[in-house]
Nanobody
Framework: QVQVVESGGGLVQAGGSLRLSCAVS????????MGWFRQAPGKEREFVAA????????YYADSVQGRFTVTRDNANNRVFLQMNDLRPEDTAVYFC?????????????????????WGQGTQVTVSS
């Protein structure tokens, strides 16, 4: 019933920017944290960014801090990931996910196990 769909991925040169969008249906996201994860070939799926249900607090992986910004538009049930100063190491499939519960700690928001609905992923490729 709940569907999560990412879009906006593509090929970009190093130093460029890309904006990912995540549309959610079947669930009102205003009471759920939303997270972004990514998985590169041969690597574990890792936390990228997340925002709590209210949109007041955002959390980022150290590797993207200062370059990525997660925003959410609760009225339209969407979240975004603005990615600036992209680097080749950012190349991965990016996934949007909905948190399981409203009350999620910082640590919980960084854990893939705390999300129950996931998108299919969108490929981001950064060329050098």
């Amino acid at each position: 019933q709940v569907q999560v769909v990412e879009s906006g991925g593509g090929l970009v040169q190093a130093g460029g920017s890309l904006r990912l969008s995540c549309a959610v249906s079947g669930r009102t996201i205003s009471t759920y944290a939303m997270g972004w994860f990514r998985q590169a070939p041969g690597k574990e799926r890792e936390f990228v960014a997340a925002k709590n249900y209210s949109g007041r607090n955002a959390y980022y992986a150290d590797s993207v801090q200062g370059r990525f910004t997660v925003t959410r538009d609760n009225a339209n049930n969407r979240v975004f990931l603005q990615m600036n100063d992209l680097r080749p190491e950012d190349t991965a499939v990016y996934f949007c996910a909905c948190g399981k519960t409203r009350f999620m700690s910082t640590l919980m928001m960084r854990s893939r196990n705390e999300y129950d609905y996931w998108g299919q992923g969108t490929q981001v490729t950064v060329s050098s």
